[in-house]
């Protein structure tokens, strides 16, 4: 499995503020990905990149921005956080061979 | 558009066999999979499913019928430790996963 960590893995803040996200993985997965679930609408892609060249904007992608630093890190940004931000952000990597997605173990933000 | 729809919840009995089904329409299908997921936690993987029939993997297994857009994830001899929520998506291309909003099963004693 995909060693996936996500940091902080709690987090509030206040309205106004900038926030970053950040993930790393140790599997050498070149596809990486930032969800955000919330009660009763399920997972929802904010931003994928495919290499450290490609980012692409996901269904949700207004609001937040991404940065992929290196294979193993991508990391997502609130420039302005609001209360509706507030949610469970995931992180999560393909493996290439089998499609399959793993997910790091989630960051809980909540906007004042 | 894309659709995926699935019970919003479900019981069972410890030990009893309980059916979860998805049906879906999507733009682009190139599989899907089954996710579990407990309260507050990551999901985790159980199942991919790309061409139609039957996969078993030991007490779960799933279905798929790409021509129906239609399938379920079957547990059988459950657990207590079976409480969570079930995830179905549909791989729509390039691993761009598209969910459900889940299906949470509560087995009790």
């Known amino acids: 499995d995909a060693d996936v960590t996500q940091t902080p893995r709690n987090r509030i803040t206040k309205t106004g503020k900038r926030i970053m996200l950040e993930c790393s993985q140790t599997?050498?997965?070149?596809?990486m990905y930032w969800y955000r679930q919330d009660p009763g609408l399920g997972l929802r892609l904010i931003y994928y990149?495919?290499?450290?060249?490609?980012?692409n904007k996901g269904e949700i992608s207004d609001g937040y921005s991404v940065s992929r630093q290196a294979q193993a890190k991508f990391s997502l940004s609130l420039e302005s956080a609001i209360p509706n931000q507030t949610a469970l952000y995931f992180c999560?990597?393909?493996?290439?061979?089998?499609?399959?997605?793993?997910f790091g173990p989630g960051t809980r933000l909540t906007v004042l | 558009g894309q659709n995926i729809d699935q019970p919003t919840e479900m019981t069972a009995t410890e030990g009893a066999i309980v059916q979860i089904n998805c049906t879906y329409q999507?733009?682009?299908?190139?599989?899907l999979f089954w996710y579990q997921q407990h309260a507050g936690e990551a999901p985790t993987f159980l199942s991919y499913?790309?061409?139609?029939g039957l996969e078993e993997k030991g007490r779960f297994s799933s279905f798929l019928s790409r021509s129906k857009g239609y399938s379920y994830l079957l547990l059988k001899e459950l657990q207590m430790k079976d409480s969570a929520s079930y995830l179905c998506?549909?791989?729509?291309?390039?691993?761009?996963?598209?969910f459900g909003t889940g299906t949470r099963l509560l087995v009790s004693p």
């Open positions: 999560a990597t393909t493996d290439g061979r089998t499609d399959t997605q793993y």
């Open positions: 599997k050498g997965h070149d596809r």
């Open positions: 990149s495919f290499d450290v060249k490609d980012i």
């Open positions: 999507t733009s682009g299908f190139n599989g």
């Open positions: 499913n790309v061409l139609d």
């Open positions: 998506a549909v791989n729509t291309g390039f691993q761009k996963l598209v």
